[in-house]
């Protein structure tokens, strides 16, 4: 077996190709490209294990190698930062080390998400980016209103009609700020329509959709709450307990932020107490 450590950047890819004694048989850089990935893989010898550390580029290059390797591996980045750290560092010694690392078994593998999932968790994951934009339209247009000393209803102020007489009878309300409130009005009715759109699409996707019926059942899921279990979660069977998979969300917090013992274990019991499903086997069930 043959044991390849790429080094992943934006433009360039190091690798290093070692035996399992340790000895290098090939290094160098390549473009971080398909059509370069594809005249590289040709030349390397087989059998083959890839590891790669987790980066933004990872996904597409994971994807393209999956077909040409007996197994690939990707690395938690931190993790594998506090094993191989070295006061010398550059692409060429950290595609090495990572090679070393699972040559010797030590790399600390991370979970990888099947293509398909992956590719509907860029939709979610662009849903939340509009959400933060447009809750920040929101506290912009609350903002201006107080900068200016406008008297409002802040529980009304971003209802279509109430905004609209706000700004045809509030005579409190500056000229200077009316283009700025109206764009940013604007702003927030794009926003909740691709909101609707993103999430509505994700609803019908029949990839998706048997599961988040089934999520749906439990007391308190919403569409979003189980599109971001199905989606950030993914493959539930990697969790061995439900207590793993509340501390995976950050759920559980640990014994030393709290004054006493036992709270810990009772934030643990008050989600089992929120999910009926709280057994291994029933949040399979449910979760499936």
Known sequence: MYFIGLDV??????????????????EGKIASTRRELDG???TMPQPRT????ATIFTGWIYDHLLPHAERLKVAHPLMLRAIAASKKKN???????????????????????STEIRDRRRTLRYRNLVI?????????????????????NKQRLHKVGYF??????????????RPLLKLSRDMISRSQKLDYALVSSLQRDPVLKERLRRL???PGVGPITALTWALEIGDYTRFP???????????????????????????FQAEEQAYPASTDRGCQARAQ
């Open 132 to 152: 933060k934009q447009m809750v920040q339209m929101k506290n912009r247009i609350s903002g201006l209103l107080m900068e200016t000393g406008v008297s409002y």
């Open 91 to 113: 692409d060429r010694i950290d595609a090495g080390k990572i090679a070393d690392c699972v040559r010797c078994d030590f790399l600390p593998e991370c979970h990888m998400a």
């Open 50 to 53: 890839i590891a790669m550390e």
């Open 241 to 267: 307990s439900i207590k793993q998979a509340i501390s995976y969300c950050g759920f559980v917090r640990r014994r030393e932020e709290f004054g006493r013992e036992g709270d810990a274990d009772a934030d």
């Open 164 to 177: 609209a007489e706000l700004m045809m009878s509030n005579e409190e309300v500056h000229e200077s700020i």
């Open 216 to 218: 749906r059942t439990v």
């Open 40 to 42: 590289w893989i040709r």
């Open 9 to 26: 950047h934006k433009k360039t890819i190091s690798y290093c190709v070692k035996d399992a004694a340790g000895r290098v048989h090939q």
